[in-house]
Nanobody, 128 residues
Framework: QVQLVESGGGLVQAGGSLRLSCAASGRTFSSNAMGWFRQALGKERDFVAAISASGDNTRYADSVKGRFTISRDHGKNAVTLQMNTLQLEDTAVYYC?????????????????????WGQGTQVTVSS
């Protein structure tokens, strides 16, 4: 129904920054709740950040609070994740996700099963 494509990953030194973007195709998802998750080597997929359909509410995993910022660009059908002060522990494949089912406008969804569509992932590698 929709396709999500992440971009912006790469190799960065600890303390550096990256900006990930998730662009939608097929149909707009500007009114959908969105989230970012990540999966490190040998680990399960973990919640990183989420934004409500309204764009007014956000939530972050404790490990990234104060360093990462999720935002959405309704006009561009995109959601971004600004990652600052990157640490070695941030190394992972990052996935964006969109919820297509009925959504409360100001509700935050922070679990994988809350989402219906996923991007292919983009690798973020942080080196010392």
């Amino acid at each position: 129904q929709v396709q999500l494509v992440e971009s912006g990953g790469g190799l960065v030194q600890a303390g550096g920054s990256l900006r990930l973007s998730c662009a939608a195709s097929g149909r707009t998802f500007s009114s959908n709740a969105m989230g970012w998750f990540r999966q490190a080597l040998g680990k399960e997929r973990d919640f990183v950040a989420a934004i409500s359909a309204s764009g007014d509410n956000t939530r972050y995993a404790d490990s990234v609070k104060g360093r990462f910022t999720i935002s959405r660009d309704h006009g561009k059908n995109a959601v971004t994740l600004q990652m600052n002060t990157l640490q070695l522990e941030d190394t992972a494949v990052y996935y964006c996700a969109a919820r297509s089912r009925g959504t409360l406008i100001d509700t935050i969804y922070d679990q994988s099963h809350h989402y219906d569509y996923w991007g292919q992932g983009t690798q973020v590698t942080v080196s010392s």
